[in-house]
């Protein structure tokens, strides 16, 4: 397995959990969503089989890790596996704080998408420890709290604070409301072909923590997506040995 590819560069990420809902009126804001940390050049992992790189895990009730967990070379960030407030990847700066390959990965995939007629844009992509932090408070003020549970993340716990992940969208549809459209359609046939999946499946919830989220896209390199795209509701730690 070449897992790794993707994270040519170094660096450290993972995930996030961002949300919008498929329930109707209380539908969270989908860019409102998960993660956040602060940039701190984390080291290249060089793991080329399921061995974490990082430490076992043991931030739960913790501050999170300095430096994302990661299996054979593939970073994940989820309520299980935190990061710290003082984490934040060397490319926070760059346009929409991506990793570079998660960028021209967008570009390509929004290329493909206009292609077939459909418009996509981003609509969020790094987010800080902060900026997770006072979006899920927020959430918390305006949603009941199970609802705002599932579409944002704690912050440390959302995959935004690696910049390698994104809440794609059509430019009006939001949460729910993008799960209607053809653009989420799309995205949940083709992402896989350019390096991307949709990191909270529907009816995955007992395993990601998240709520469906036909928006919010993980870049993991096109050798990594083509192992998702038989079944694109396969999540990433079904297929890290995670769940
Ligand atoms: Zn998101």
Redesign the pocket.
């Known amino acids: 397995m070449k897992r790794r590819a993707f994270l040519a560069g170094g660096g450290a990420l993972l995930l996030?959990?961002?949300?919008s809902t498929p329930t109707p009126a209380t539908t969270p804001d989908?860019?409102a969503?998960?993660?956040t940390a602060e940039p701190t050049p984390s080291p290249t992992p060089e793991a080329s089989t399921k061995t974490p790189a990082t430490p076992p895990p043991d931030e739960r009730s913790g501050e999170g890790l300095a430096v994302p967990y990661e299996v054979d070379g593939i970073i994940v960030v989820s309520p299980a596996h935190r990061v710290s407030a003082a984490y934040v990847p060397a490319w926070a700066e760059r346009p929409n704080g991506l990793h570079p390959d998660a960028a021209a990965g967008f570009t390509a995939l929004a290329a493909a998408a206009q292609a077939d007629g459909l418009a996509l844009s981003l609509r969020?992509g790094y987010?800080s420890y902060a900026t997770q932090k006072a979006s899920f408070e927020r959430a918390l003020r305006t949603y009941p709290e199970e609802t705002a549970r599932r579409y944002y993340?704690e912050p440390g716990a959302?995959?935004?604070q690696t910049g390698l992940?994104?809440?794609a969208w059509d430019g009006s549809n939001r949460g729910s409301a993008f799960a209607r459209t053809p653009q989420a359609a799309w995205l949940a046939a083709h992402a896989t072909t350019h390096g991307f999946i949709v990191?909270?499946p529907q009816d995955k919830t007992t395993i990601t923590g998240y709520a469906w989220?036909s928006?919010?896209?993980r870049w993991v390199g096109t050798e990594v997506s083509a192992a998702f795209a038989p079944d694109p509701s396969l999540t990433l730690e079904e297929f890290l040995g995670l769940a």
């Open positions: 996030a959990g961002c949300t989908a860019s969503t998960a993660a969020s987010r993340a959302s995959e935004h992940s994104l809440d990191r909270y989220e928006w919010h896209l």
